[in-house]
């Protein structure tokens, strides 16, 4: 069986502080390290080298992930530790890791982005050896480079990035631990007075909407639910926030039967749910086309041949009255749809008004 879990950027930062920690104070360079983690297991993390100076020791450790889309798999993470004359165990970040510049977040303005969990891990593994002082520096020497793809930017991190995790388990974004993104980019909005702002599924209808409606989407305002649609629109409707939901059918369709988890695991298709919506609203022969494709995407191909788009603002309209059911709310919510080129092939009417009011 494949390995369901690996370890988040906080247990190999903490993992790289023990080992350097070990060795400064007259151990023996350790092949790996074990490290407690927040629900009481244990990590065992290899080290990848140690490098001793006067006063000091760096080690590194290599990040690896079980998340295919992960861009930190394989990210050397370092520490370099040396003793104090006072008895405070201080963690600051070096090159690589992003600097934290707008509020919202769990630090204040100009802290490195090491999170408060990580840094827990860090203080208490280093606790176990020693209660003399201690600096910490944790670094990344690609970090700058990797967070150019993450999510850093429009939450206000620079420079690299983040040591995460809560519980210092990391999990595939299909599973739970990518609700702490979610989480994160939500309470950032509302913090910051984004009161406005877009969910979808991934990076396809991100763009789209970017490209789209560049005068109202920006990638601060965007929150990527992933599979765990229900979810993020309960979160975004707890705090109060105003949301457009924008995304591929195959996706959002799913809704239809009732499916606010997308996983293809936890959830079927969307044909059969888009089908049976549109059975008796269009010719057999048309109907037979769409049943025989495998896709929600196909089914849109035929309906745009067809020049059948309103029958995809049809499906937009029932989409949006299950997300209102889910919520128990009579809000709008616009739904905008889009396929996988990035063409908008459908709306809602609340949508079709957000639209409008965008140009």
């Not at 020049?307 to 889910?326: C, G, H, M, N, S």
Request: proline share 5%; net charge neutral.
């Amino acid at each position: 069986m494949e390995k369901e879990f690996g370890y988040t950027t906080g247990t190999y930062a903490a993992a790289a502080a023990k080992a350097a920690l070990m060795v400064l104070i007259g151990g023996r360079p350790p092949e790996e390290v074990r490290l407690a983690l927040p629900d009481g297991t244990e990590a065992r993390i290899p080290v990848s080298s140690l490098e001793k100076a006067p006063g000091r020791v760096t080690c590194a450790v290599v990040k690896r992930s079980v998340e295919e889309t992960d861009v930190t798999d394989n990210l050397k993470i370092l520490a370099t530790v040396s003793l104090r004359e006072d008895r405070r165990i201080v963690i600051t970040g070096g090159a690589g890791i992003g600097r934290i510049t707008r509020m919202g977040l769990q630090l204040p303005v100009g802290e490195a982005a090491i999170n408060p969990v990580p840094r827990r891990m860090i203080h208490d593994s280093l606790r176990e050896l020693t209660h003399r002082g201690v600096d910490v520096v944790i670094s990344a020497p690609d970090g700058e480079k990797v967070a150019a793809s993450t999510y850093n930017q429009r939450l206000g991190i620079v420079g690299g990035i983040s040591i995460i995790g809560t519980t210092g388990i990391m999990r595939p974004k299909s599973l739970e631990s990518f609700k702490e993104t979610i989480l994160q980019q939500l309470d950032f909005c509302a913090t910051n007075g984004i009161r406005e702002i877009v969910i979808t599924p991934g990076n396809i209808s991100e763009e789209a909407m970017i490209e789209h409606f560049t005068d109202r989407t920006s990638r601060e305002r965007v929150v990527q639910s992933g599979d765990f649609l229900g979810f993020t629109l309960e979160q975004a409707y707890k705090r109060g926030l105003f949301f457009v939901l924008a995304g591929h059918p195959g996706k959002l369709a799913k809704v239809l039967a009732g499916n606010f988890q997308t996983h293809y695991t936890k959830s079927p298709p969307a044909n059969e749910a888009v089908i049976r919506m549109l059975r008796g609203r269009v010719p057999e022969h048309i109907l037979c086309e769409m049943s025989s494709s495998p896709t929600v995407e196909g089914i849109t191909e035929v309906l745009l041949k067809e020049r059948r788009t309103d029958l995809l603002d049809e499906v937009a309209e029932r989409i949006e009255e299950k997300v209102r059911e889910y919520l128990k709310t009579d809000l709008s919510v616009p739904v905008i749809l889009f396929n996988m080129d990035k063409r908008l092939i459908g709306s809602s009417a609340a949508a079709r008004k957000w639209i409008r009011g965008s140009s």
